[in-house]
Protein backbone atom coordinates (compact mmCIF):
# COMPACT_ATOMS: atom_id res chain seq x y z
CA UNK A 1 0.00 0.00 0.00
CA UNK A 2 1.42 3.92 -0.82
CA UNK A 3 -0.74 5.58 1.02
CA UNK A 4 0.13 7.23 4.51
CA UNK A 5 -0.29 9.79 6.70
CA UNK A 6 2.95 11.51 7.37
CA UNK A 7 4.28 11.98 10.71
CA UNK A 8 1.91 9.75 12.06
CA UNK A 9 4.31 7.35 13.57
CA UNK A 10 1.01 5.02 14.93
CA UNK A 11 0.92 3.93 12.11
CA UNK A 12 4.13 1.64 11.72
CA UNK A 13 3.67 -2.03 11.85
CA UNK A 14 -0.05 -1.69 10.99
CA UNK A 15 -1.18 -4.43 8.63
CA UNK A 16 -2.25 -3.62 5.17
CA UNK A 17 -6.15 -3.81 5.77
CA UNK A 18 -5.73 -2.19 9.67
CA UNK A 19 -7.46 1.22 10.13
CA UNK A 20 -5.71 4.28 10.43
CA UNK A 21 -6.56 6.50 13.50
CA UNK A 22 -4.81 10.00 12.94
CA UNK A 23 -4.37 12.43 15.58
CA UNK A 24 -4.64 15.17 13.90
CA UNK A 25 -4.04 17.59 17.22
CA UNK A 26 -0.58 16.06 17.31
CA UNK A 27 0.83 16.89 14.40
CA UNK A 28 2.40 20.00 13.60
CA UNK A 29 1.01 22.94 11.12
CA UNK A 30 3.84 22.64 8.09
CA UNK A 31 4.66 25.70 5.81
CA UNK A 32 3.66 25.30 2.39
CA UNK A 33 5.56 26.87 -0.67
CA UNK A 34 2.81 29.95 -0.49
CA UNK A 35 3.04 32.72 2.26
CA UNK A 36 0.48 32.29 4.81
CA UNK A 37 -1.03 29.15 3.93
CA UNK A 38 0.12 26.14 6.18
CA UNK A 39 -1.04 22.32 5.92
CA UNK A 40 -1.49 18.69 7.80
CA UNK A 41 -1.14 15.91 5.39
CA UNK A 42 -3.55 13.95 6.51
CA UNK A 43 -3.33 10.75 3.57
CA UNK A 44 -1.13 11.22 0.93
CA UNK A 45 -0.38 8.58 -2.14
CA UNK A 46 2.97 9.22 -4.03
CA UNK A 47 1.95 6.78 -6.52
CA UNK A 48 -1.61 7.87 -7.67
CA UNK A 49 -1.27 11.58 -6.70
CA UNK A 50 -4.60 11.46 -4.16
CA UNK A 51 -3.92 13.91 -1.09
CA UNK A 52 -6.26 14.80 1.98
CA UNK A 53 -5.24 17.79 4.01
CA UNK A 54 -6.33 20.08 6.40
CA UNK A 55 -5.19 23.79 5.06
CA UNK A 56 -4.71 26.92 7.64
CA UNK A 57 -5.01 30.10 5.23
CA UNK A 58 -3.49 33.96 7.46
CA UNK A 59 -6.09 36.83 6.19
CA UNK A 60 -4.58 37.74 3.17
CA UNK A 61 -2.76 35.01 2.00
CA UNK A 62 -3.61 33.82 -1.46
CA UNK A 63 -2.38 30.68 -3.96
CA UNK A 64 -0.83 31.50 -6.93
CA UNK A 65 -2.99 30.76 -10.34
CA UNK A 66 -3.37 26.70 -10.78
CA UNK A 67 -5.25 24.57 -12.81
CA UNK A 68 -7.12 21.17 -11.01
CA UNK A 69 -5.65 18.58 -12.75
CA UNK A 70 -8.45 16.32 -11.50
CA UNK A 71 -11.78 17.08 -9.54
CA UNK A 72 -10.47 19.43 -6.44
CA UNK A 73 -12.91 18.93 -3.28
CA UNK A 74 -13.05 21.96 -0.33
CA UNK A 75 -14.88 22.00 2.76
CA UNK A 76 -14.68 25.02 4.66
CA UNK A 77 -14.45 24.61 8.69
CA UNK A 78 -13.81 28.14 9.19
CA UNK A 79 -13.43 31.62 7.80
CA UNK A 80 -13.68 31.83 3.81
CA UNK A 81 -12.02 31.27 0.45
CA UNK A 82 -13.06 33.31 -2.34
CA UNK A 83 -12.02 33.42 -6.36
CA UNK A 84 -13.40 35.29 -9.31
CA UNK A 85 -16.32 33.03 -9.18
CA UNK A 86 -17.46 33.46 -5.73
CA UNK A 87 -16.73 32.74 -1.86
CA UNK A 88 -17.45 29.79 -0.09
CA UNK A 89 -17.78 30.28 3.68
CA UNK A 90 -17.57 28.40 6.97
CA UNK A 91 -19.71 25.35 6.92
CA UNK A 92 -20.02 25.35 3.14
CA UNK A 93 -18.22 23.46 0.42
CA UNK A 94 -16.87 23.51 -3.00
CA UNK A 95 -15.32 21.49 -5.97
CA UNK A 96 -13.78 21.85 -8.92
CA UNK A 97 -13.57 20.02 -12.03
CA UNK A 98 -10.66 18.63 -13.87
CA UNK A 99 -8.98 21.77 -15.98
CA UNK A 100 -10.47 24.82 -14.18
CA UNK A 101 -8.01 26.98 -13.09
CA UNK A 102 -7.94 29.57 -10.31
CA UNK A 103 -6.29 32.28 -8.11
CA UNK A 104 -7.93 31.24 -4.67
CA UNK A 105 -7.67 34.02 -1.86
CA UNK A 106 -8.68 34.34 2.21
CA UNK A 107 -9.31 38.00 3.55
CA UNK A 108 -9.94 37.00 6.98
CA UNK A 109 -8.48 33.83 6.94
CA UNK A 110 -9.32 30.05 6.67
CA UNK A 111 -9.43 26.60 8.01
CA UNK A 112 -10.07 23.70 4.74
CA UNK A 113 -10.16 20.64 4.50
CA UNK A 114 -9.13 19.44 0.99
CA UNK A 115 -9.13 16.45 -1.25
CA UNK A 116 -7.11 16.04 -4.31
CA UNK A 117 -7.26 13.59 -6.79
CA UNK A 118 -3.50 14.46 -8.13
CA UNK A 119 -1.28 17.69 -7.64
CA UNK A 120 -2.05 20.70 -8.54
CA UNK A 121 -0.36 22.28 -11.77
CA UNK A 122 0.94 25.63 -10.43
CA UNK A 123 1.98 28.27 -13.57
CA UNK A 124 3.40 31.50 -11.35
CA UNK A 125 5.71 28.96 -9.08
CA UNK A 126 7.31 25.61 -8.91
CA UNK A 127 5.39 23.84 -6.50
CA UNK A 128 2.36 21.02 -6.28
CA UNK A 129 -0.19 20.23 -3.26
Not at 11 to 31: C, F, K, T
Amino acid sequence: MTAHTPKAPNHAGLGALASRYVDVNAMPWEPTPYPGVEWKVLLKDEETGLLTALFKWAPGSELPLHEHVEIEQTFVLEGSIEDEEGEATAGNFVWRPAGSRHVAKSRNGALLLGTFLSPNKFFNREAAE
